[in-house]
């Protein structure tokens, strides 16, 4: 039986744009794709459309991996006049929705997948399990990625918490002795791991 799937079922995320070549090798699948000529695309400096190209250049952008490999997508997109003399912007690059992001060398599916690990994990312990997703990053990439996540909003909080404080080594200085002492989150997650490698390793014994 013969399964007919179009490309942009599978990779909706290429539905905006025309897909040249597909070439799916043993580590890598490279795709080759350009925008559309001859659509409007509003400047975001003023937000007037234009199609008045200028010319067009190749962004070269990493996708979720498929079938255990990493997806490389080589994009002509188009650099574009503005078309409104009062506007600050000469030209602008267009951008593809789902597809890039100003600046940006992986898509927004993918940033979502990195910025989720950088989140839950901070550190190379992240590095490790992205290459398992058939990403490599460094640990110094993804810091810098977590520190360009935009933190929440949150309420302007009513008492602030105050970690310990030592100007030397075994010489702690109490802030206020009116302030209840409680446990840190490092502590609290250390004191939960000794204690279950203590009642892992009582398990092992017994057994
Ligand atoms: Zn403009």
Known sequence: ???????????????????????????LVRITARTPAGVPVACPGCGQASDWEHSRYVRHVVDEAVGGRPVMIDLAVRRLYCENPECVK????????????????????????????????????????????HQVLSWATLLACLLRIPLPERPVPKALGIDEFAL???KRTDADPAITQCMDRWHLWHGLAEAARKADTGFMLRV
């Open 1 to 27: 039986m013969v399964c007919a799937i179009e490309l942009e079922d599978l990779l909706p995320q290429l539905a905006a744009v025309q897909v040249d070549t597909v070439e799916a090798g043993k580590d």
């Open 90 to 133: 000469l030209t602008f690059a267009e951008q593809v929705e789902g597809l890039t992001v100003r600046y940006q060398r992986r898509t927004p599916a993918l940033q979502a997948v990195v910025e989720a690990v950088a989140r839950a994990l901070a550190g190379t312990a992240d590095a490790r399990l992205l290459l398992r997703l």
């Open 168 to 170: 030397r080594r075994g």
